[in-house]
């Protein structure tokens, strides 16, 4: 069974008459340390605990989404009745499917999905993820045929594994401790109770039609390094210096990426551990985009709460500026799936410190949220008398990250338009801002 993450959630709506009615959660409040938390905070997990209960029921909801073909219908409406089973017997484990970018991810472009076929093939993406999450964890009650619309591969960041699903593929039926896949040919089959644990080899060994893999690399606690994406999203770019998000290790193994992030992941626990603790909360993957010893890269998504995207640095400083960055657009990411924070109109663009093009506020938002808690990070490095703190390199970067968040905050405190949520966070930026303004 998989280890809960402590997460609850509570939504506003009914997931199946007479199976679980929710409570109207009270109105979220403006949130007073989401950019830089305070010792034991649990503002961020209480937005995500509330974006977790949005999520639980657009997956319960998912019959608005029907599709066209008959079996796919048929499909759907199976996965909904064991679904209603598992929310009522197993709630977290619906919570804790939902909360995990390969899900997470698929239902947020759900929303604003144009195309049909685009629609259908989500839908049944995210029928058979979360079915096959469920039963690596043990909350599968009874096996589910599917025999419509199949992926194509399957990922399941509980089981650390990967399954292709052959092309000539009838139908799959998952069941608490077996994946079986029909074909003309015969069936194919996995287990499931043992697929956690028994090497790559003898996976393959086992159910070689099923391509097994391993592609995800622990780092430290939950994150791990992915060498697999499913996010719909990773090679749509927004940044004019970058081409897409695709799986690149650079020629560098996989094992000197996951030593390189344990290391940066350390620098913020050790100096910054309520930020450490955040990071537990909405950071699962680390999709390597290349390497380079003078250029570093990064990026995440809107839709994609709990993945980032990130380029290998020798600087473990650079790394953990890039993970703590990174981090924290998830962190607000999450927020905006809440409230849209700002009320600015989207085509008001503005100067931004960091990116080469003007940037709508949000952008400038996104900027100071995420350098603020690099400054405290060099902040508490001086103070400690950290051996890297020593260096005239340290403190002109300590400098330079000020100077940005200087002219980044300036620029949102007078053009910010909040909503009553936005207003807190701003506020919290204005008081940082304040802080820096005096520091030397």
Known sequence: MKKSSGLSFTTTQTFFPGKLASIMPPPLPPPRDLTIPDPGSSTARDVVSRGLGRLVGELAGLGRHAP??????????AFLGVLREVVAAQP?????????????????????????????????????????????VGALPRPVRLAGRLPRR?????????????????AIAIGPDRLVVFRASGPTSIDLAIAR????????????????????????????????????????????????????????????????????????????????????????????????????VSASYQEAVGTIYLSLHPSPMTMAEAVIHEAQHNVLNALLDLDPVLENPPGALYASPVRPDP???????????????????????????????????????????????????????????????????????????AHFAGAS
């Open 92 to 136: 977290g484990a619906v919570a804790s499917a939902v909360r995990r970018p390969t899900v997470g991810t698929r239902l947020r472009c759900l929303r604003a999905e144009p195309d049909a076929s685009r629609r259908e093939a989500l839908v049944a993406e995210i029928i058979a993820t979360v079915l096959l999450d469920l039963a690596v």
């Open 68 to 77: 066209r073909a008959a079996q796919d219908r048929a499909d759907l409406g």
């Open 197 to 296: 644990d028994a090497s790559v080899e003898a996976l393959r060994a086992a159910a070689p039609a099923l391509a097994p893999d391993r592609p995800f690399v622990p780092i430290d606690r939950g994150v791990v390094l992915a060498l697999a994406d499913d996010n719909p999203l990773a090679l749509v770019e927004a940044h004019p210096d970058k081409q897409g998000n695709a799986i690149d290790l650079g020629g560098r193994p996989a094992a000197e990426w996951a030593a390189s992030l344990r290391a940066a992941i350390a620098i913020v626990g050790e100096h910054l551990p309520a930020l450490r603790a955040v990071m537990d909360v909405v950071l699962h993957t680390v999709v390597p985009v290349g390497w380079d010893a003078e250029r570093h």
């Open 154 to 170: 399957l990922l399941s960041l509980p089981g650390r594994l990967a399954l292709a699903i052959p092309a000539d593929a009838l």
């Open 359 to 433: 940037r709508p506020i949000h952008g400038v938002l996104l900027a100071v949220h995420a350098f603020l808690p690099v400054a405290r990070l060099y902040e508490r490095m001086i103070a400690s008398g950290a051996p890297e703190a020593r260096s005239p390199a340290f403190a002109a970067r300590y400098a330079r990250v000020r100077e940005v968040n200087r002219e980044a905050a300036a620029r949102v405190i007078e053009h910010a338009r909040p909503t009553p949520v936005g207003r807190g966070l701003i506020e919290e930026i204005r008081r940082w801002d």
